[in-house]
């Protein structure tokens, strides 16, 4: 038996909203925090466990993947269970993550801790949205966006600041990049405790598809294995990139037939057949590469292509962060003033592409003050389309379903950084092992390993670290220009969206059903 979240429940006022949002925001903190503390002491961290440019790159991927994987699923159980509970499991599984990952040895650990910690990552990222969306009706929820978009950018400016900070501090070490997440998480779960009252939708009988998710996540971790190692360990055209292709074809077609039959899918079809629905997810899926992709090797571009150190860093992503949260802030009371949600979308996705376009022309001796602009537009169209896009498609859906609705959404994004991430990431390491080796040889010295060593540079005579600098500089300019690539596929996502009016109740009317396409 299910009961009508709204049904009996008066609406909540502006005061108790931000009162229940409170926690939510610690949440969204802390899973931000997670990855951007991370990003300036990344270079610092693989160096000192001794790592190679492919696992610096799957330290990132393996968090993203298993959260990617369990994205779905964690917002099926919001649909049918206790909203709240999910939300705090979350974080106990984000926060033993976060130790685990502090206490890892060597690269190959701290990999495997920050998939465990993914999974808590996947649960924090969709169920924000899902509470959210069960509180505050779609027209409304622009301007509590905005908050969203102002915490967003703290974390981002935040993170890459403490990360830099805590490395550059003798008596703290980089394991306290990971420590640092845990008692803002314990926080957090104590003021949802207290806050947070969303009236829960139970259901008996149900089955989660774990078979369907567990195919998505096998296809999907095939094709970034391959990508990780293709053109390295095998050639393109070898049994083993027809193995591995041929296994993500066969895993993912498997997958969308468990789907289409599963009677509780983690990724229902039906929702993502709707045209509003599908083009979202096929901008968010282009955003997420892009933004993920480009924005994870920033740290490393400053900090080992031009020798900032990691606090230096941090601050020089300022720019960025200050264009999502202005952006953000702004477009979620616009969106909220007029009712009208594609106009900034598009917006925001023209603005990423022109900012990614700009990046891609760096290298190692580019002046700041153009890389901080590109950072700016890049910012701003984070700010303007990433949650908007899921504004976008819970307007679409009953309240029933808008926890499938936003996790498809989020799961897509994180698939798009996923792949962005490994894809842009094996690109980056073969451009870098070739420059390294042609400096090398240039300057007469033995390129025997130069592109698959440790990135510690503090280990390598001052010439080479020259030369590598000026790889990863070099290089990282590169990336960008594909990323740029990549976003204009969201312009053209964006463009092809609906005009809607955001609707002013939290559900839809019993007889409103979108057209499919």
């Known amino acids: 038996m299910s009961a009508t979240p709204a049904e009996g429940t008066a609406p909540m006022s502006h005061r108790q909203i931000l009162e229940a949002l409170s926690g939510l925001l610690l949440v969204l903190f802390v899973a931000m925090l997670s990855s951007t503390v991370v990003s300036t002491a990344l270079p610092q961290i693989i160096g000192a466990l001794d790592g190679s440019q492919t696992q610096y790159t799957w330290v990132v991927t393996a968090t993203l993947l298993t959260a990617t994987a369990t994205t779905p699923i964690w917002g099926k159980l919001a649909d ?63 301007r509590y966006n905005g908050y969203l978009g102002a915490v967003m950018a703290v974390a981002t400016v935040g993170g890459p600041l403490l990360g830099g900070l805590i490395v550059d501090t003798s008596w703290l070490g980089w394991r306290w990049c990971f420590f640092i997440g845990v008692p803002v998480a314990l926080l957090a779960l104590f003021v949802l405790q207290a806050t947070l009252r969303v009236p829960s939708v139970r259901r008996t009988g149900v089955k989660i ?45 498997l997958a969308v037939f468990v789907e289409s039959r599963a009677a509780e899918p983690v990724v229902p079809l039906e929702i993502v057949k709707r045209r509003t629905t599908a083009l979202a997810i096929l901008a968010s899926v282009a955003v997420g590469m ?45 969106i909220t003033r007029t009712g009208q949600v594609k106009p900034y979308i598009v917006a925001g996705a023209i603005t990423l592409v022109a900012g990614f376009a700009a990046l891609g022309t760096i290298d190692h001796d580019t002046s700041l003050v153009l890389v ?50 490994s894809v842009l990431g094996a690109v980056l390491a073969r451009d ?86």
């Open 432 to 517: 870098v092992q070739e420059r390294i080796t042609s400096g090398l040889t240039a300057a007469g010295i033995p390129a025997t390993g130069a592109g698959g060593g440790s990135l510690n540079l503090d280990a390598l005579p001052e010439g080479v670290q020259h030369i590598v600098r000026a790889a990863y500089g070099d290089s990282t300019g590169h990336i960008f220009l594909i990323s740029a690539c990549i976003a204009v596929v969201g312009v053209v996502a964006a463009l092809l969206l609906k005009p809607v009016t955001l609707r002013s109740s939290l559900d839809l009317p019993e007889a409103k059903v979108e057209a499919k396409v």
């Open 290 to 334: 892009a933004m993920f992709g480009g924005a994870v090797f920033l740290g490393q571009y400053f900090q080992i292509g031009r020798g900032y150190t990691p606090t230096e860093a941090g601050l020089l992503t300022i720019p960025m962060m200050a264009g999502v949260l202005g952006a953000s802030v702004i477009s979620g009371r616009l």
């Open 209 to 253: 598809d774990y078979l369907g998710a567990t195919l998505i996540a096998a296809g999907v971790s095939v094709l970034l294995i391959w990508i990780s190692f293709v053109d390295d360990s095998f050639a393109w055209v070898s049994w083993q990139s027809g193995a591995m292709v041929g296994g993500t074809v066969v895993l993912l077609a």
């Open 80 to 142: 049918l269970f206790d909203k709240k509970t999910m939300v705090q499991v979350a974080i106990m599984i984000f926060a033993a993550g976060s130790v685990i990952s502090g206490f890892a040895q060597n690269a190959e650990q701290l990999i495997a801790a920050r998939a465990f910690q993914g999974i808590g990552v996947g649960g924090l990222q969709a169920l924000v949205q899902v509470v959210i969306a069960a509180m505050i009706p779609p027209r409304e929820r622009g």
């Open 372 to 421: 901080g602009g590109a950072m700016l537009l890049v910012g701003i169209g984070v700010g303007m389309s990433m949650q908007n896009l899921v504004l976008a498609v819970q307007n679409t859906v009953p309240l029933r379903d808008i926890g499938s609705a936003s996790a498809t959404i989020a799961f897509f994004r994180s698939l798009g950084g996923t792949i962005g991430v």
